[in-house]
């Protein structure tokens, strides 16, 4: 019998320009966009507030691997942002493989009728439900928590 953490989670897809926001329910049967927030220096302080309104038991971040299993520049750009995000919101954040995400996003939005280029604003937030629903559905059929769990440095000052 598996075992699933019950309780909300934020998902976060982060591009350069933009960064998107989903969270699941308690019980984790449905993924929902939020928002996109523009990549900027207020980021971290929105996503913040967002963490504090939904109460997150952990933020669930798309870390961008390639298709052979390798670290990128946006890898290392997605954990130096996941680690931020848990030095300022306080909250278990977990580096989630985001392999296809942003594709199955496309690729949704693509079957619903909307084109790429209307498609801008939005996609961000699909790519974070997609990642946020595997990261749900596989925690549930296996027991066990999907990623990574960002550790911060002890020494670091805050």
């Known amino acids: 019998m598996s075992v699933f953490r019950r309780g909300v989670r934020l998902g976060i897809d982060v591009g350069r ?6 969270r699941c329910d308690p019980d984790g049967l449905l993924a929902v966009p939020v928002e996109t ?5 207020d980021s971290i302080a929105r996503l913040t507030q967002l963490a504090t309104e939904y109460e997150p038991i952990e933020i669930v971040v798309g870390l961008p691997i390639n298709m052979r299993g390798e670290d990128t520049e946006s890898t290392t750009d997605a954990r130096a942002f996941a680690e931020t995000l848990a030095e300022a919101t306080s909250r278990p954040v977990r580096l989630v493989d985001e392999r296809l995400s942003t ?3 496309h690729q949704a939005l693509r079957a619903s009728g909307r ?4 498609s801008r ?3 961000d ?7 946020l629903q595997h990261a749900v559905d596989t925690e549930k059929s296996t ?8 550790t911060l440095d002890e020494e670091t000052p805050r």
Not at 125 to 131: D, N, P, S
């Open 37 to 41: 927030v523009p990549r900027n220096d």
């Open 103 to 105: 594709v199955s996003a």
């Open 125 to 131: 937030q699909v790519a974070a439900v997609v990642l």
């Open 121 to 123: 604003g939005i996609v």
């Open 17 to 22: 320009a933009r960064i998107g926001v989903s």
């Open 115 to 118: 084109t790429q280029r209307g």
């Open 143 to 150: 027991g066990t928590p999907t990623g990574t769990l960002v």
